[in-house]
């Protein structure tokens, strides 16, 4: 595997950069594609600090796509990359209204599908782009360099990759309690930062009306 790797990326010239940049922006869309996984491939096949250097760019670029699709189209493109019961578990994490709370979760759960969701809140796009990169980039930094100096035959990568197995499934078994302990951080109901024009009751009728 990591041959053909290599093999792709000399056959493929300059334009290897390009389809490693382009793979972020798939994996902002498409949520079944691991992020690491990407960085990990591009640490093998340019190093560590090409990898590095590539991959701020495309992740940069597959948050901001992300964030503005997720603006314009809302819940109806989340809708296509999850199960409909599960989507419900995580629009409860929409009453977050702290783009640094936003931030703890891009660094803790690291997927793609955590930005997207912060799109359908009402917090500045702009600030919700610079939390994930500066929450992102660091386990882009990691997995570049576990790709560098770590799988550097494919008897390396194939135990990585079985080594992986049981650490996402623990992970998955973490993530709703995850989820259920940042919930902590939504504003309680009926304080100011809760209220909203279109919840405000509406008044009633004036003495003066027959």
């Not at 809140?121 to 576990?146: C, E, K, N, V």
């Amino acid at each position: 595997m990591t041959e053909a790797l290599s093999h792709f990326i000399n056959d493929a010239g300059w334009l290897a950069p390009l389809y490693y940049v382009g793979s972020f922006l798939l994996t902002a869309l498409l949520p079944f594609i691991p992020t690491p996984l990407v960085g990990a491939l591009g640490g093998k096949a340019f190093g560590f600090f090409a990898a590095v250097a590539y991959g701020i760019f495309g992740l940069g670029l597959g948050a901001l796509v992300g964030l503005l699709l997720a603006r314009k189209i809302g819940r109806p493109l989340l809708t296509l990359m999850v199960r409909r019961e599960a989507l419900h578990g995580w629009e409860e994490l929409l009453g977050i209204r702290s783009v640094p709370v936003w931030g703890v979760l891009f660094f803790v759960l690291n997927l793609d599908f955590v930005v997207l969701l912060s799109g359908l809140t009402s917090l500045p796009l702009r600030q919700l782009w610079i939390a994930a990169m500066i929450a992102r980039t660091p386990w882009l930094i990691g997995s570049a360099w576990l790709g560098s100096a770590v799988l550097v035959s494919d008897t390396v990568l194939w135990l990585a990759l079985i080594l992986l197995v049981p650490i996402l499934y623990l992970f998955n078994r973490l993530r709703p309690r995850i989820r259920h302990w940042m919930l902590r951080f939504r504003p309680v109901a009926g304080t100011e930062a809760d209220a909203s024009p279109e919840l405000e009751p509406t008044p009633g009728p004036s003495s003066r009306d027959p």
